[in-house]
């Protein structure tokens, strides 16, 4: 059959085929869209007439509601007064509300008034009795819980059925009790069911149960599957469709079948639509093959015939220069062209192949191997130069020629053999075999490999034979070497281990790749991975140094227990050989430890070189272990005398300098003239000659029988001052150096447990046989330095010269100012004299002066005092002295000075004192002499009072002697006034 013929049956047959499937589509899917489209319409049509009924309903409950909710109903259920029915249950209330009964019930069940109207022919009628039998007093449409409780719905009687309301009769305010029920109720006749249709614009019909229709209809509704739509849609011919709902009656059970009637307009006008299409398709469709067909032939067909025509003369010859031809510029076209560019190919391949047969003849000539093709007779069909000449044979005479003929009997056998063997299993064969020739063997590798037919078949084997005589002495020679490499190996007295750690490498390739870029972080933090890495390293042979090394019986029993090796020590080298192989070391030393299977820890110097095969792709690790305990142990013993050398120089340097500063603050102590001076000098070389060490210094306080901190130095500088008793320190119940550390010497000193200390050393601080005070050196730290401080006996020396020292010069200080108390003292009144008076006010003078304050100055007479001495005695004159000299000292303020000027004369300086404060503060003290009661020898010494002048700093005089001669002459006139008064330089004060 030709292309043209071809094309108009396909064409045809997918256009039959499409129209079969187009009809089927539209009839079974579009009519059916259709159908269903008419199904929805016809469910919302008896949904609004549903809605229509239901509309009734409310406005009849309405209406019952309006006329039971009045208090004039209210009052008739009561009283059935007969005004309430002229004026309102009248045949015009029937006609215009549309209804057909009314029915007063009271709440007991009676009926106070019922009234039926027939609205057709507009005249009263008895109410039906079917109708009262619905308003028995056990009637659930007479029961109303609340004002709400109203009950609409339809009720199917004799006379047919009726729409009724009942509602709850109750006050206008709808306040009850409920006093009754009203019935309203309307018959759902011919009427009613017109007006219904014509409202909905329906065709509206009720059915009732016992109809054929409706019991067919009412069997499919009640097969009908929950939840569905509860109207039934039949179609009753090809013009008309019904739809059916069923209607309650008000008691919840089927009263009657709604029925609506609608035109089949949609589904026979989309019947209609689908028919036209289908008629239009067939004739568009038959009109775009015929034109489809016609230009096919003339734009396509005919060219292929034309192609066709070329590409026969150009198969017959054969000639691949010759080209079809190329017009227009379509698919045809360019296939052509394709053609002729294949063509072109084709050409070209041809010419390459011829050329490429000529290069690999060359080639072939040219290799360094033996090629040879044997065929299944054993002959040679094919040598190359190089195999000829390895054989001292010419290559075209090898040709044809059996291998039997050609090589010794020996080698054509085994060449035979290895031939046939290639022929029967059809697979390549590789050996290695000698050639003995009269100078020498030549080692030969030779591979045979099938040569295969276009059908698959074996015709011949290609031989590749290569002289590997090289190779092979290279072989021997290097098994001498491993061979000499072994024995010493073995018999080395350096432990020795050969590994191969690929699987190592590999690993920590694997891990690197994976995002791991600090190597060392990581084992740090996971040191158990160390050991799973290291078990990756398949040791291959250790020699006996090694078994000796680790105390191992033999290589199993080392390699069993090769983890007992390792400790806490080991792993950092460990890790460091992991790192130096994943940053492509091959060299790689260090010191490490390592436990020999007996526990015993063994110093070890390790050095190791990683070897690859590249063509295996495999890492092997010499590693040499060297023994290096009893060298560290040696050079641990040398540095620690070194230690022990530079310490005792250390401790030698640091005596002298000790004693130079015990000297240079027992020197310093000679200067100073004050104890807080003293106490300077001591924390500040305490310091110096204790530097890692904490010092305090107590003084014992007489009055109180307790130590009280004084100076101290270092980390306790800082520290509150301490207050104990001699019960505290060890040093000063044993009184004698007490030393105590945290290594079991001694008990820590009760005052000195605050600190928590973990040295001390206590030494009392005794003078003449008296304990004055307590020197303490404390540590707080486990530090050698701290340690030496207290354990040196050369540091104990030192600090007990350091607290004889200190307990010397605080003895010279004490008789220093014992002597000097008694150059300035009174010894009577225990009162300053007259020499440090005149020192002390020209000193606060110049104080005053400077700060630009105010001084007071008075000066004091006993009044009579020559009459005490000459009517009691001296001994009561010196009496009065004391007492009047110890009330001087017990008021005056601080930084008063009070004086003894001479006789019974004495001096204030009141520094920092106005001339009315000073004033104040001075006739109080005359008060108290004044009041003084004082006996001697058992006689009262009665009538004792003083005279005083006051002056102020610089108001009476700038320097001391003005200021005293300006007092003087103020106590003059306070005596000529009449004694036991204060007076100013410049005015009477007044007196009490």
Not at 36 to 62: C, V
Not at 96 to 109: C, D, E, P
Not at 137 to 149: A, R
Not at 910 to 915: G, M, N
Request: aromatic share 8%; net charge negative.
């Amino acid at each position: 059959m030709s292309l043209y013929k071809k094309t108009w049956v396909i064409a045809g047959s997918l256009f039959i085929i499409y129209l079969v499937l187009f009809v089927i589509i539209a009839s079974a899917w579009l009519l059916e869209r259709y159908r269903l489209l008419e199904e929805d319409m016809m469910r919302e049509n008896a949904g609004r007439a549903l809605n229509a009924i239901s509309q009734d309903m409310t406005n009849l409950s309405a209406i019952a509601g309006d006329w039971a909710i009045w208090d004039d109903t209210y009052n008739f259920i009561e009283d059935r007064n007969d005004d309430y029915i002229q004026s309102n249950l009248v045949d015009g209330t029937f006609s215009g509300l549309g209804l057909n009964a009314m029915i007063y019930v009271n709440s007991s069940g009676t009926i106070v008034y019922a009234k039926a109207f027939d609205l057709i022919n507009n005249k009263a009628v008895a109410a039906p009795s079917s109708l009262v039998e619905h308003l028995t007093g056990e009637s659930p449409l007479l029961v109303h819980p609340n004002s709400d409780s109203g009950h609409t719905g339809i009720l199917l009687l004799p006379e047919g059925p009726m729409l009724v309301a009942f509602q709850p009769i109750l006050t206008s305010e709808e306040a009850g009790p409920s006093r009754g029920t009203l019935l309203m109720g309307r018959y759902l006749d011919e009427v009613q069911i017109q007006q219904l249709s014509e409202r909905t614009d329906l065709t509206v019909a009720m059915l009732p149960f016992d109809s054929v229709e409706s019991s067919t209809v009412m069997a499919e509704l009640v097969t009908a599957q929950p939840g569905e739509n509860n109207t039934l849609v039949r179609t009753i011919n090809k013009n008309l469709i019904a739809g059916y709902s069923i209607l309650e009656d008000i008691y919840g059970q089927p009263a009657l079948i709604l029925k609506i009637s609608m035109q089949r307009d949609v589904y026979n006008q989309g019947l209609r639509s689908i028919l036209f299409f289908i008629g239009s398709h067939i004739a568009i469709g038959l009109l775009l093959i015929i034109a489809t067909l016609i230009i096919l032939n003339k734009s396509v067909i005919k060219k292929f015939s034309l192609l066709s025509e070329d590409l026969k003369m150009l198969i017959n010859p054969g000639d691949l220069s010759k080209r079809v031809r190329v017009s227009g510029n379509d698919e045809v076209t360019r296939m052509a062209s394709d053609i002729n560019a294949m063509l072109e190919v084709l050409e070209d391949n041809n010419k390459s192949l011829a050329a490429s047969e000529e290069w690999n003849r060359t080639l072939v000539e040219a290799f360094q191997d033996s090629l040879f093709i044997i065929d299944r007779q054993g002959c040679v069909e094919y040598v190359n130069d190089y195999g000829a000449n390895l054989f001292r044979m010419n290559a075209e005479e090898m040709k044809g020629k059996s291998i039997t003929e050609l090589f010794p009997t020996e080698l054509a056998k085994n060449l035979k053999a290895n031939v046939q063997h290639v022929f029967d299993k059809e697979e390549p064969v590789w050996k290695t075999s000698s050639i003995p020739f009269p100078s020498q063997i030549i080692w030969m590798s030779t591979g045979l490999f099938p040569i295969r037919a276009t059908d698959g078949s074996i015709q011949s084997v290609l031989g590749i034979s290569r002289d590997i005589t090289e190779q092979k002495r290279m072989s021997e020679a290097l098994q001498v070497r491993e061979k000499r490499f072994r024995n010493i190996f073995k018999y080395s007295p350096i432990s020795l281990w050969e590994e191969d750690i690929s699987r190592l490498v590999a690993k920590i390739d694997e891990l690197q790749l994976s995002g791991v870029s600090n190597l060392r972080s990581y084992f740090e933090n996971a040191p158990l991975l160390v050991y799973e890495y290291i078990d990756l390293a398949e040791v291959i042979d250790i020699n006996q140094a090694t078994l000796d090394l680790y105390q191992a019986k033999s290589k199993g029993e080392l390699l069993k227990n090769i983890n007992k090796i390792y400790c806490e020590e080991t792993l950092s080298s460990l890790i460091d050989e992991m790192v130096a192989i994943a940053e492509g070391k091959t060299h790689f030393s260090g010191e490490t430890v390592n436990l020999t299977l007996h526990g015993e820890r063994t110093d070890i110097l390790l050095s190791s070189e990683i070897i690859r095969d590249k063509q295996e792709n495999q890492y092997r690790r010499l590693v040499s272990v060297r023994d290096i305990t009893r060298e560290k142990q040696n050079a641990k013993a040398l540095a620690q005398k070194n230690k022990e050398l530079d310490r005792s120089n250390d401790q030698l340097e640091e005596l002298n300098n000790m004693v130079s500063l015990v000297n240079d603050m027992s020197n310093l102590f000679q200067l100073c003239e004050t104890r807080q001076e003293i106490f300077s000098v001591i924390s500040s070389h305490l310091s110096l000659i204790f530097k890692n060490t904490s010092g305090i210094l107590y003084e014992l306080d007489p009055s109180l029988n307790k130590f009280k901190t004084i100076a101290n130095s270092g980390k306790m500088a800082q520290v509150n001052e301490q207050e104990f008793d001699s019960d505290s320190c060890w040093a000063l119940r044993k009184g004698r150096i007490h030393n105590f550390n945290t290594e079991g010497d001694g008990i820590v000193c009760e005052h000195l447990n605050p600190y928590a200390p973990t040295s001390t050393l206590c030494i009392p601080l005794v003078s003449n046989g008296v304990t004055r005070g307590l020197f303490s050196l404390i540590t707080s730290d486990a530090a050698d330095e701290l340690e030496e401080a207290f354990s040196s006996e050369n540091r104990k020396k030192i600090a007990l010269i350091i607290a004889e020292t200190i307990s010397l010069a605080l003895t010279n200080m004490d008789m220093r100012e014992k002597l000097y108390e008694q150059s300035v003292r009174d010894p009577l009144t225990n009162l300053y004299n007259r020499r440090y008076m005149e020192e002390t006010l020209d000193r606060e003078i110049r104080l005053a002066e400077h700060k630009h304050t105010s001084l007071g100055v008075i000066m004091i007479d006993i009044d009579h005092f020559k009459n005490f001495n000459d009517n009691f005695g001296h001994e009561a004159g010196d009496e009065v002295l004391k007492n009047i000299g110890w009330l001087m000292q017990s008021q005056a303020r601080v930084g008063n000075i009070a004086c003894r000027y001479g006789g019974e004369e004495f001096v204030i300086i009141l520094p920092d004192s106005t001339l009315s404060d000073s004033w104040q503060r001075m006739d109080a003290l005359r008060t108290q002499i004044d009041q003084l009661n004082l006996s001697s020898n058992g006689k009262e010494l009665s009538g004792i009072s003083i005279s005083g002048g006051l002056v102020e700093f610089p108001t009476n005089g700038k320097t001391s002697s003005q200021l005293l001669q300006a007092a003087d002459q103020a106590l003059y006139r306070a005596k000529a006034a009449g004694r036991n008064r204060i007076e100013t330089a410049g005015r009477l004060l007044p007196t009490e």
